[in-house]
């Protein structure tokens, strides 16, 4: 088997990053208690002010200013974490996150398909880039030893057990991963380099050295196995975003929630799943929150598509306070079937299917917007139609109906009127209260039009028809 | 008599320059009326592209020149959209005249995003024919459908009212459709002259 590690060498930092816009302006991570605050993380911006990991926020201060501090919170760190367990799923079905800030893959049983492995890594570090996370990745042939060696390395690829125990011999003894007090000892003795231990005969370091030294060293060297609690995937996605500041607009809301929307895409992509249904709560300082209600009519995994939708639906929407945070649920994620496109297609330009068509026009327009008309067993003109989602079917009579309906009968005078056919009597409903008692005639007006008019059983003749369809 | 050339020659080498655009062959799309498609300098509808209709009043027949190419779209398994109809399409009339109601979707839009949502349709390259009624559209919307149906190569039917008919306009085709005499007056025809005579508009009863 070959291990990939993927160390996160700042992934608190990049967790508080990505979901920013203003990535570029100086942002310090301050951890500790309340009375000695203590800069955790610094990015670049705020490296070339001279704030360095370890200040306490006071020097920081003293030092510089104009730099934004923003909290580290574990639990969100530890979200991200998971989230990027979920990403890698996608890559292979044995994802670990035994050691924290790295992500441990199985992934020779994955290069069938993702290709050989220069092509794999680039494929991960590009979408790694695009998700946000610095990283460093090495490829070894057993777990321990790839995260031992992302210490020193990165694009390390140690293919085999040889090539692994090659590149683990040259490493120093203090980034092994071994307990401090044995890797002093180590360093004390002289021991620089790992091969300089690997040297020594086994029932002296056995002698010297606790047990676990020993168990260590032959995991690193891939002699004893390690068993890995493999991640599994939950069955539902929630994200949960502070913003840190009252948002008044809508429009300020899109970054948040293309990055939310891109992390969903992402889980999605792990699951192999799609989702019909998603929820967007926006959070205020007071009151309920406001519901955002996506549906699809199937499920769906594109984050440009999903953003699409959601974008046109919180357009859409007038904020009622501030927006304190922001949290997007799925709870049902069905199994994902991409559409069959056809290859020979008459109509070779198709960017876009009629799915996807019919989601971007409900988005915009409202979801009852897009129907089909069917056709009801009924005499009664106004009833004979629906708009439904599945037209049925029935044969047509023999007597001409007119093309259009309007909505309600108006009345039509009778000058100029010709009357070409009629009267067919339509006499129906008795049954369910909309009782119809109707002669029906072929019109045409005094401008040419043909119409379709009734007149009420009972009625003068002479009385105003009622105009209810064109023959157009 | 070295000095004659033959037309097709001529034609060939591109030495002779024709006043008209070439016209891009994207598939015959009669509109199902023998008389009409006679005189139309395609054989039919220009494909990927908008066709004008200008009612003289409403219901004036416009449903009866443009169903033999809806019922050929629909059973041949071809989408068809009405963007924001001003009438409900009452289904057994559709269905007597062979439209496939099952191919047949009905957008209900405002005013205002109906042009967007024929833009949108026309565009995607997944409805083979959009019919749209503008009330007020400019000079510009109806380019704007004009070049999404080239994109999409879907046909456009704009019905406007014939009180337009003295605008100019983008689109490929313009046919009056008159209620009395019932009959279609092609106005603009893209790729030639428009005929002269009126054409008795066919599928009238009685």
């Known amino acids: 088997m070959l291990w990939a590690c993927i160390l996160l060498p700042q992934l608190a930092l990049d967790s508080v990053l990505r979901r920013r816009e203003d990535a570029d302006q100086p942002l310090v991570l301050i951890t500790g208690p309340a009375n000695r605050r203590i800069v955790q993380a610094v990015n670049p911006p705020a490296r070339a002010l001279g704030l360095r990991a370890g200040q306490s926020l006071a020097t920081a201060q003293a030092l510089a200013g104009g730099f934004t501090t923003v909290e580290h919170d574990p639990a969100a760190t530890e979200c991200q974490q998971q989230l990027l367990a979920a990403w890698a799923y996608r890559f292979s079905s044995q994802v670990s996150l035994h050691y924290p800030r790295a992500l441990l893959l199985e992934v020779e049983s994955s290069l069938g398909l993702f290709g050989p492995w220069p092509r794999f890594e680039a494929c991960l570090r590009k979408e790694l880039k695009t998700l946000g996370f610095s990283h460093r990745i090495v490829l070894a042939s057993n777990p321990v030893a790839a995260r031992m060696l992302a210490n020193a390395h990165d694009g390390l690829a140690a293919s085999d057990a040889e090539l692994t125990r090659a590149a683990l011999a040259a490493m120093p003894i203090d980034r092994l991963g071994l307990p401090a007090d044995a890797a002093t000892a180590f360093s004390r003795m002289g021991l620089r380099h790992l091969h300089q231990v690997l040297t020594l005969p086994r029932e002296t370091l056995g002698r010297r050295f606790p047990a676990q030294v020993q168990l260590h060293l032959d995991r690193l060297l891939g002699l004893r196995a390690m068993a890995l609690d493999c991640y599994l995937p939950p069955d539902r996605f929630e994200s949960r975003l502070e913003l840190n500041f009252d948002v008044e607009s809508s429009q300020a809301l899109l970054f948040p929630l293309r990055r939310m929307i891109e992390d969903l895409a992402a889980f999605l992509a792990g699951r192999d799943a799609g989702v019909q249904r998603f929820d967007l709560f926006l959070e205020h300082a007071e009151g309920a929150d406001t519901r955002l209600q996506v549906g699809l009519l199937a499920a769906e995994r594109d984050a440009g598509r999903l953003l699409e939708l959601a974008r046109g639906r919180l357009e859409q929407l007038t904020l009622r306070a501030a927006v304190r945070n922001l949290r997007l649920s799925a709870e049902e994620l069905p199994a994902f ?18 799915e996807q068509l019919r989601e971007r026009l409900r988005a915009r327009l409202g979801d009852d917007a897009v129907r089909t008309v069917g ?12 708009s439904a989602d599945l037209p049925a079917t029935c044969a047509p009579g023999p007597a001409p109906r007119p093309g259009w309906l309007l909505e309600a009968p108006r009345s039509l005078p009778l000058n100029g009127l010709r009357l070409l056919a009629g009267p067919e009597r339509i006499e129906s409903g008795w049954w369910d209260g909309g009782d119809v008692r109707r002669d029906y005639y072929l019109v045409e007006t005094a401008a040419g039009q043909r119409g379709w008019a009734y007149r009420q059983l009972g009625e003068s003749r002479d009385s105003p028809l009622w105009l209810q369809g064109w023959f157009a | 008599m070295g000095a004659v050339v033959s037309l097709d020659g001529l034609l060939d080498t591109r030495r002779v320059w024709k006043g008209r655009p070439v016209v891009e062959d994207h598939g015959l799309q009669p509109t199902g009326h023998a008389a009409l498609d006679a005189v139309l300098p395609g054989g039919g509808w220009p494909a990927a592209a908008l066709s004008e209709l200008l009612l003289a009043q409403e219901g004036a027949g416009e449903l009866q020149l443009l169903w033999p190419s809806l019922a050929r779209l629909t059973s041949a398994g071809e989408r068809v959209v009405l963007v924001a109809p001003p009438f409900i399409p009452y289904p057994p009339a559709w269905q007597a005249a062979g439209v496939d109601l099952r191919w047949l979707s009905v957008i209900e839009a405002g005013s205002k995003e109906s042009l967007w949502a024929a833009e949108q349709c026309l565009r995607s390259g997944s ?5 749209c009624w503008p009330q007020r559209a400019d000079d510009r919307a109806l380019r704007r459908l004009q070049v999404a149906a080239e994109t999409g190569q879907a046909l456009a039917f704009a019905c406007r009212d014939q009180g337009a008919a003295l605008n100019p306009s983008p689109a490929a085709l313009r046919i009056a459709v008159d209620s009395k005499p019932a009959q279609w007056r092609v106005l603009k025809c893209r790729g030639g002259l428009a005929p002269a005579r009126p054409i008795a508009a066919s599928g009238r009863t009685g």
Do not use: K, M, N
Request: glycine share 6%; proline share 6%; net charge neutral.
């Open chain 1, 375 to 386: 056709v009801v067993a009924d005499h009664r003109p106004e009833c004979a139609w629906r």
């Open chain 1, 337 to 354: 079937v991409p559409l069959a496109g056809e290859l020979f297609s008459a109509r070779a330009q198709q960017q876009q299917g009629w």
């Open chain 2, 127 to 131: 409805c083979a024919a959009v019919l």
